[in-house]
Each structure stands twice: as structure tokens, then as C-alpha cells.
């Protein structure tokens, strides 16, 4: 079963995913052995193709979404279980204002869910004024900030000088990504982290926690 889990992740089957954790759930299979040892290896082969470019992004989309779908329902169950499963952090995610594109921010979240974070997507087009209001009520580890456009890239710097202005930047670590986004635009706008990829934002939030 695990291993049907891991493939339907490779082949970036979301339906199939879905059905077969269901069913391992219903066949009593523990919610943290189907993450472990079926889903999080799924999705970090998918990350490792990737990198050796053997897989492209659409494979790499696919396998994120089967990810997300096996973690929408996953985390409510890791959640009864007490003492079982420990959130890695709580990250907000979303694609900032006058900003359309989902697709590398969501297989982002897909990936840092998958590696045990709790994650909160808003999805795009996010005002500034809705990720100071996640911050408040999630009260994250994190916030991740992408752009994948020239013309939008400021309103990562405008969440950011919203945070200060609010008291709120030093209570979370502010990652930015996105295709035109780079280190030294992290530096600039007062960020904590650039990840140029799903598999970067991951290590670096985890390094970030460990650091």
C-alpha cells in the first residue's frame, strides 16, 4: 500500500493518491506511517528527478499536487493522534498582490507539507493587509512571499516594511522566491531567505529552524 502511495505521487495521480490513503486510514494504518514512509518519500524522489533532470516541472506539479491531496488528509489525523507527530513549524504562504501565479508557490506548500510543516496557503493576488492579518491569527514560524513577476516583486518589500511598521517582524522569518527574485533582493527588502525552488525553500526553512 505504501509503496502504491509513493508511485501514485511519482506519476502525479492526486485521485489515486486520495483513494489510497483513504483506504489505508480505513484499513487502520497509522496517519505518520503513511506520511513517512509512503508520501515523504513519494514526493522527495519526485524532488530528486528533478534535480538530476530527469523529471520537468509539470511532473514536478503533478507530484505536488498528489502530495497535497494525501496531505489535506493526512494533517487532520496527525493532529488526534497527541504525542505521535510534532509540526516542524507553521508557515504562511502566498503569491503577493497584483501577482496571478500559483504554480511554484503551490508546489512549495505542497513540499514543505510534506516535510512536516503546517501550512497556510492564501493562494494570489494576496493584499498586504491579509498576510499581517495571517500573521496575527496563525502567529506562523514563517511567511514565504513569492513573485513571479518584475512589476510585483515590491510588494514583497511592502509585506515586509508592514510587518516592522506593525511590531510583527521579529516574531517570524520572511522567505521570498519567484522567477525575477533573487538573494540579493532578499537582502535588499530586509528578508531572511531566498529560495530559488521547491526543494530550496524546504532545506532552507528547515536549516532555518535548526540554525
Not at 506519476?11 to 494504518?29: W, Y
Not at 493562494?123 to 493587509?129: K, L
Not at 517570524?172 to 530586509?190: L, N, Q, R, T
Request: with cysteine; net charge negative.
Amino acid at each position: 500500500m505504501l509503496e502504491e502511495i509513493k508511485t501514485a505521487i511519482l506519476d502525479g495521480d492526486a485521485e489515486k493518491t486520495g483513494a489510497l490513503v483513504k483506504k489505508a486510514l480505513t484499513e487502520s494504518m497509522e496517519p505518520l506511517e503513511i506520511l513517512n514512509r509512503g508520501c515523504i518519500p513519494g514526493i522527495e524522489k519526485a524532488g530528486a528527478l528533478f534535480e538530476a533532470e530527469e523529471f520537468f516541472l509539470p511532473e514536478l506539479i503533478t507530484a505536488g499536487e498528489a502530495t497535497k491531496a494525501a496531505m489535506d488528509l493526512l494533517l487532520p489525523e496527525l493532529k488526534k493522534t497527541e504525542g505521535s507527530w510534532k509540526s516542524a513549524g507553521k508557515f504562511v504562504i502566498g503569491t503577493v498582490e497584483g501577482d496571478m501565479h500559483d504554480i511554484g508557490k503551490s508546489i512549495v506548500a505542497s513540499m514543505l507539507s510534506a516535510a512536516g510543516f503546517e501550512v497556510t496557503d492564501l493562494g494570489i493576488d494576496v493584499p498586504t493587509d491579509r498576510f499581517l492579518d495571517e500573521v496575527k491569527a496563525v502567529q506562523p514560524d514563517f511567511i514565504g512571499l513569492s513573485a513571479l513577476l518584475t512589476s510585483t516583486m515590491p510588494k514583497q518589500k511592502d509585506v515586509v516594511d508592514a510587518l516592522i511598521e506593525a511590531g510583527l517582524r521579529d516574531q517570524v522569518k520572511v522567505f521570498v522566491g519567484g522567477a525575477p527574485v533573487s538573494s540579493d533582493w532578499a537582502e535588499k527588502i530586509g528578508a531572511d531567505g531566498y529560495a530559488e525552488d521547491a526543494i530550496a525553500a524546504v532545506k532552507l526553512a528547515k536549516s532555518t529552524l535548526i540554525g
